[in-house]
């Protein structure tokens, strides 16, 4: 959430009183916490926990970051908006990608998230002091198990401190055990003899003796609130030893004794004051005057606070305050007690000015009060949009929840927005909740149906129908991702296709996603393309950039997967801009460094495909978006077993294995299945991987879209195990399907596994033709990567296309662009500095190969060639020098030039070691 919509109260240190009773004990207590993770301030209400806090953090030169809690920050992302913004008051300029999450409604996994936020932390290493003040407001578990791992990952830099009316259910046993843990609790803050009489003669300014102060002390036990309410009675009681004796320090005596002796004194218009805004938690002026109708509302706080009414400043100014918790529970008892009737008018008062000022969080809380339902869910829908684009999804959820059915019956767009919003933030929902949602949903029906309707506006009823058909194209796309089913989806879009009714964010945003995915799943990509570009249109003429950036995201996937590479980088351009200045709300912020790495990839651009790849994941981390996760994992397993790096390729398919067992999505399992073959094979662990091949689905399903990145791992593993007739029959319906719906991008992953198999058969002139088809598909675009994936095979079939010259110019003439983009690609391969493992074929029994020096790399950034390249292959095969000079109708001389030139490049001393070393570079 933005945080120009967060009370700055919140995150500011509350100013001192004049006078305070000085703590050096606890505050040396306190000063210790810069050693340790935790310092829990643990005690009943009264003990001057805020004071000592503020006190001590007031005088304290180190950054101090202050929160004071309430009960409306148990969402998730409001909790942790309010925590950043803190952080960042304090000096700390971190959190901002931890703080995008917001402005997502997908669940988000927070663990990631701070992880996000810990490495911000640890690396700006300034020393900061987190204050949470009032934590036991917090009944959130997630925000409990944010908090732990927040706990048990703490950089050096941050300390925790927490004050609270009871222990938190915290790891509290495990941190006191290993010596982590502050503990300051009541006997530590109650005042002791020499304190209680500072407090009283210094602070209260009372006149007593040793004798009388005593035994106020004992009578209240040092608790603080206690002396002070005895002090502000003590004013008035000529015969202080009577009341004295009477006097009794327990709290239930003291909310009682307040009634009688603090406020019956009071004139009229100052008790009128005090009831009539006791019902707000916090107050200004502005409110204070709605309320009570004072217009000396400044004033009037000005003076209670002077009159140590229990009244607590909550900044600088002076404009805002609060009432001590146990003081401001006196005033509503008695409220409740002599005006009754008051109590629900006062809350509605509030809740309207809190709603006029645009703060939803209080004006629900006051509504709420006034148990009137109806008028609740007259303001709650009004913020609607509001809280989904906050991230608020959890908050929005739950007030709509506590509202009656009848009561949603009777707000039907208020009953639909809940229904798709649980839908977003809980897609597979359990058996309770599916009842309730269907419940809602035929109230909405049969209001739509039945006269009940009349009370609505055509515009609205319009609007309530197309909530419908999308709730249902909605939920047969949810369906269809649990089970995996392309045409379930398609039916989906069908039905949403040609909606063109606009709507709230939350809904148009995602009005595109069912029939995009169902695309998605069918590989049909030329519709997609042309449905997204209209909608752009639209989209940009009424200037809605949020909209604009999932169309763009969408349009750019579609490119790549029609292999328009270089469309796709010019959109993903533009998408980059609008998310700058969108501000970075993600998923949208993490999809042009996704794209930039999948075309970084194609491209062959190692580093920034793998940075772009690691920061699309960071990114998107927190909110588990697996589209973007699955994407950006696919190109750094990939990449990491083109640098023969097993081991951080298996870490990541481990992770993507992970999430998947957490989301058992069944869309999901072909990438997986993929990523482990691929793994298997570079490890050359081909049971493994034939077992895989023996069972998967994939013999079957080869033709689903949604399911060719497994039916591409079993052909490798075809290929692996020499099986070559089976691998091009399954990749000659890969292609035949592709082809029919134009996705070149697919086809031109077809068509070089085509090559290798048929390189494998010994059918050069065959995987030649299909090789001529495959360059002059790829030349446009610049793909270099699927031919080193390719590898050995690959790599001779492009040496054999551009060293057979009189073939290639008589079957299919190639111009001068394809010739060199051939020699480009022949250099990349040079330029590899160790062997390709990811996708090349390893044949039985094959051995592991010498590896070239570094300084042998670098020589071959200068590539052999082409007549260097037909030289090679003519000493692999065990010509000498002479025999060589024969083949090529050379003079020896010649012949022995480009056997030196040769090994110069590969930087060997014979023949048998630059042979070794140009298989080891993939040159044979």
């Given at each position: 959430?933005?945080?120009?919509?967060?009370?700055?109260?919140?995150?500011?240190?509350?100013?001192?009183?004049?006078?305070?009773?000085p703590?050096?004990?606890?505050?040396?207590v306190?000063?210790?916490?810069?050693s340790?993770?935790?310092?829990?301030?643990?005690?009943?209400?009264?003990?001057?926990?805020?004071?000592?806090?503020?006190?001590?953090?007031?005088?304290?030169?180190?950054?101090?970051?202050?929160?004071?809690?309430?009960?409306?920050?148990?969402?998730?992302?409001?909790?942790?908006?309010?925590?950043?913004?803190?952080?960042?008051k304090?000096?700390?300029?971190?959190?901002?990608?931890?703080?995008?999450?917001?402005?997502?409604?997908?669940?988000?996994?927070?663990s990631?998230?701070l992880?996000?936020?810990?490495?911000?932390?640890?690396?700006?290493?300034?020393?900061?002091?987190?204050?949470?003040?009032?934590?036991?407001?917090?009944k959130?578990?997630?925000?409990?198990?944010?908090?732990?791992?927040?706990?048990?990952?703490?950089?050096a830099?941050?300390?925790?401190l927490?004050?609270?009316?009871?222990?938190?259910?915290l790891?509290?046993?495990?941190?006191?055990?290993?010596?982590?843990?502050?503990?300051?609790?009541?006997?530590?803050?109650?005042?002791?003899?020499?304190?209680?009489?500072?407090?009283?003669?210094?602070?209260m300014?009372?006149?007593?003796?040793?004798?009388?102060?005593?035994?106020?002390?004992?009578?209240?036990?040092?608790?603080?609130?206690?002396?002070?309410?005895?002090?502000?009675?003590?004013?008035?009681?000529?015969?202080?030893?009577?009341f004295?004796?009477?006097?009794?320090?327990?709290?239930?005596?003291?909310?009682?004794?307040?009634?009688?002796?603090?406020?019956?004194?009071?004139?009229?218009?100052y008790q009128?004051?005090?009831?009539y805004?006791s019902?707000?938690?916090?107050?200004?002026?502005e409110?204070?005057q709605?309320?009570?109708?004072?217009?000396?509302?400044?004033?009037?706080?000005?003076?209670l606070?002077?009159?140590?009414?229990?009244l607590?400043?909550?900044?600088e100014?002076?404009?805002?305050?609060?009432?001590?918790?146990l003081?401001?529970?006196?005033?509503?008892?008695?409220?409740?007690?002599?005006?009754?009737?008051?109590?629900?008018?006062?809350?509605?008062?509030?809740?309207?000015?809190?709603h006029?000022?645009?703060?939803?969080?209080?004006?629900?809380?006051?509504?709420r009060?006034?148990?009137d339902?109806?008028?609740?869910?007259?303001?709650?829908?009004?913020?609607v949009?509001?809280?989904?684009?906050?991230?608020?999804i959890?908050?929005?959820?739950?007030?709509?929840?506590?509202?009656?059915?009848?009561?949603?019956?009777?707000?039907?767009?208020?009953?639909?927005?809940?229904?798709?919003?649980?839908?977003?933030?809980?897609?597979?929902?359990d058996q309770?909740?599916?009842?309730?949602?269907h419940?809602?949903?035929?109230?909405?029906?049969?209001?739509?149906?039945?006269?009940?309707?009349?009370?609505?506006?055509?515009?609205?009823?319009?609007r309530?129908?197309?909530?419908?058909?999308l709730?249902?194209?909605?939920?047969?796309?949810?369906?269809?991702?649990?089970?995996?089913?392309?045409?379930?989806?398609?039916?989906?879009?069908?039905?949403?296709?040609h909606?063109?009714f606009?709507?709230?964010?939350?809904?148009?945003?995602?009005?595109?996603?069912?029939?995009?995915?169902?695309?998605?799943?069918?590989?049909?990509?030329?519709?997609?393309?042309?449905?997204l570009?209209?909608?752009?249109?639209?989209?940009?003429?009424?200037?809605?950039?949020?909209?604009?950036?999932?169309?763009?995201w969408?349009?750019i996937?579609?490119?790549?997967?029609?292999?328009?590479?270089?469309?796709?980088?010019?959109h993903?351009?533009?998408?980059?801009?609008?998310v700058?200045?969108?501000?970075?709300?993600l998923?949208?912020?993490?999809?042009?460094?996704?794209?930039?790495?999948?075309l970084?990839?194609?491209?062959?651009?190692?580093?920034?495909?793998?940075?772009?790849?690691?920061?699309?994941?960071?990114?998107?981390?927190p909110?588990?978006y697996?589209?973007?996760?699955?994407g950006?994992?696919?190109?750094?397993?990939?990449?990491?077993?083109?640098q023969?790096?097993?081991?951080?390729?298996?870490?990541?398919?481990?992770?993507m294995?992970?999430?998947?067992?957490?989301?058992?999505i069944?869309?999901?399992?072909?990438?997986?299945e993929s990523?482990?073959?691929?793994?298997?094979?570079a490890?050359?662990?081909?049971?493994?991987?034939?077992?895989?091949?023996?069972?998967?689905?994939s013999?079957?399903?080869?033709l689903?879209?949604?399911?060719?990145?497994a039916s591409?791992?079993?052909?490798?593993?075809?290929?692996?195990?020499q099986?070559?007739?089976?691998?091009?029959?399954?990749?000659?319906?890969?292609?035949?399907?592709?082809?029919q719906?134009?996705?070149?991008?697919?086809?031109?992953?077809?068509?070089?596994?085509?090559?290798?198999?048929l390189?494998?058969?010994?059918?050069?002139?065959?995987?030649?033709?299909?090789?001529?088809?495959?360059?002059?598909?790829?030349?446009?675009?610049?793909?270099?990567?699927?031919?080193?994936d390719?590898?050995?095979?690959?790599?001779?079939?492009?040496?054999?296309?551009?060293?057979?010259?009189h073939?290639?110019?008589?079957?299919?003439?190639?111009?001068?662009?394809?010739?060199?983009?051939?020699?480009?690609?022949?250099?990349?391969?040079?330029?590899e500095?160790?062997?390709?493992?990811?996708?090349?074929?390893?044949?039985?029994?094959?051995?592991a190969?010498?590896?070239?020096?570094?300084?042998?790399?670098?020589?071959l950034?200068?590539?052999?060639?082409?007549?260097?390249?037909?030289?090679?292959?003519?000493?692999?095969?065990?010509?000498s020098?002479?025999?060589?000079?024969?083949?090529?109708?050379?003079?020896?001389?010649?012949?022995?030039?480009?056997?030196?030139?040769?090994?110069?490049?590969?930087?060997?001393?014979?023949?048998?070691?630059?042979?070794?070393?140009?298989?080891?570079?993939?040159?044979?």
């Open positions: 959430m933005p945080e120009s919509s967060l009370l700055v109260t919140k995150f500011t240190i509350p100013p001192l009183r004049s006078t305070l009773l703590r050096e004990h606890l505050f040396t306190l000063n210790q916490s810069r340790y993770p935790l310092t829990l301030l643990s005690a009943s209400a009264g003990y001057g926990k805020t004071t000592l806090l503020s006190a001590w953090a007031s005088q304290r030169s180190g950054q101090v970051a202050w929160l004071a809690l309430d009960e409306q920050d148990n969402d998730p992302a409001r909790f942790w908006a309010y925590v950043i913004a803190a952080l960042r304090a000096g700390s300029p971190a959190g901002e990608a931890t703080l995008a999450m917001s402005h997502f409604p997908q669940p988000a996994h927070l990631s998230a992880t996000l936020l810990i490495n911000e932390l640890s690396t700006l290493g300034q020393e900061t002091i987190l204050i949470l003040d009032d934590y036991h407001l917090i959130e578990p997630t925000i409990h198990e944010s908090l732990q791992f927040l706990l048990d990952h703490l950089p830099c941050l300390h925790l927490l004050a609270t009316r009871g222990d938190p259910p790891a509290l046993a495990r941190l006191r055990a290993r010596g982590q843990m502050v503990e300051i609790r009541d006997t530590d803050l109650r005042l002791d003899s020499a304190e209680a009489a500072s407090f009283l003669t210094q602070v300014v009372l006149s007593l003796s040793e004798e009388e102060i005593r035994l106020l002390e004992t009578r209240t036990e040092g608790w603080v609130a206690g002396l002070q309410l005895a002090a502000l009675s003590l004013r008035r009681h000529a015969d202080v030893s009577a004295l004796q009477a006097f009794s320090g327990s709290q239930r005596f003291i909310l009682d004794y307040v009634q009688e002796e603090i406020l019956g004194p009071l004139p009229e218009s009128r004051f005090l009831l805004t019902v707000l938690e916090r107050m200004n002026a409110v204070c709605a309320l009570s109708g004072e217009q000396a509302s400044q004033q009037m706080l000005e003076a606070e002077r009159a140590n009414l229990f607590v400043p909550l900044d100014e002076r404009r805002w305050y609060r009432f001590h918790t003081f401001r529970e006196v005033l509503l008892a008695r409220l409740q007690a002599t005006q009754p009737e008051q109590v629900l008018h006062l809350h509605r008062e509030a809740a309207l000015w809190y006029q000022q645009g703060w939803p969080h209080e004006a629900i809380s006051h509504a009060a006034t148990q339902a109806l008028f609740m869910a007259e303001l709650l829908e009004g913020y949009e509001q809280l989904y684009l906050q991230g608020e959890k908050t929005l959820l739950a007030w709509i929840k506590l509202l009656p059915q009848e009561i949603l019956r009777a707000h039907p767009l208020l009953a639909t927005s809940y229904i798709f919003a649980f839908r977003m933030l809980s897609p597979f929902s309770e909740e599916r009842v309730y949602l419940q809602l949903r035929e109230g909405v029906e049969q209001t739509v149906q039945s006269e009940d309707q009349r009370r609505l506006s055509l515009a609205e009823q319009e309530l129908r197309y909530r419908l058909t709730l249902d194209g909605w939920e047969l796309m949810t369906q269809a991702l649990a089970d995996g089913n392309g045409e379930q989806l398609s039916r989906a879009a069908e039905q949403m296709e909606l063109e606009s709507d709230d964010t939350m809904w148009q945003q995602h009005r595109l996603a069912p029939f995009a995915i169902a695309w998605r799943m069918a590989g049909d990509f030329l519709p997609m393309v042309t449905a570009q209209e909608s752009r249109k639209r989209t940009r003429m009424a200037q809605n950039r949020y909209q604009e950036a999932q169309i763009l969408g349009l996937a579609a490119l790549i997967a029609l292999g328009r590479l270089s469309q796709a980088h010019d993903n351009q533009e998408l980059q801009q609008l700058n200045r969108l501000g970075g709300p998923p949208e912020a993490a999809y042009p460094n996704l794209f930039q790495a999948q970084a990839y194609a491209w062959n651009r190692l580093e920034e495909a793998k940075s772009a790849a690691h920061k699309a994941i960071e990114q998107t981390a909110l588990q697996l589209d973007i996760l699955i950006a994992s696919e190109v750094l397993i990939s990449l990491y077993l083109a023969d790096d097993q081991a951080s390729a298996e870490q990541v398919v481990r992770e294995e992970r999430m998947h067992h957490a989301a058992e069944a869309l999901i399992r072909p990438w997986l990523f482990r073959v691929h793994l298997w094979l490890q050359g662990d081909l049971t493994r991987a034939a077992n895989w091949a023996e069972h998967t689905s013999r079957q399903e080869s689903i879209y949604s399911r060719e990145s591409l791992a079993l052909v490798r593993v075809y290929l692996a195990q099986r070559y007739p089976q691998a091009l029959h399954l990749l000659t319906d890969l292609l035949e399907s592709a082809e719906v134009a996705r070149r991008g697919s086809v031109i992953s077809i068509l070089a596994l085509q090559v290798v198999a390189q494998g058969l010994g059918a050069t002139q065959g995987a030649l033709r299909v090789l001529h088809r495959l360059l002059t598909l790829t030349e446009p675009e610049g793909y270099v990567r699927v031919f080193l390719a590898g050995q095979p690959m790599h001779q079939a492009l040496q054999a296309w551009l060293t057979t010259k073939m290639r110019a008589a079957i299919f003439p190639a111009p001068p662009a394809l010739v060199s983009y051939v020699s480009t690609v022949l250099a990349s391969f040079a330029s500095q160790h062997q390709i493992v990811q996708q090349e074929i390893i044949l039985p029994g094959s051995k190969l010498p590896r070239p020096s570094s300084q042998t790399a670098q020589q950034l200068e590539p052999l060639t082409p007549r260097e390249l037909e030289v090679l292959h003519l000493l692999a095969a065990g010509a020098n002479q025999e060589i000079a024969n083949q090529l109708v050379v003079s020896l001389a010649t012949a022995k030039k480009h056997v030196a030139g040769i090994l110069s490049k590969l930087g060997a001393e014979n023949r048998t070691q630059a042979i070794a070393y140009a298989r080891a570079l993939s040159l044979l």
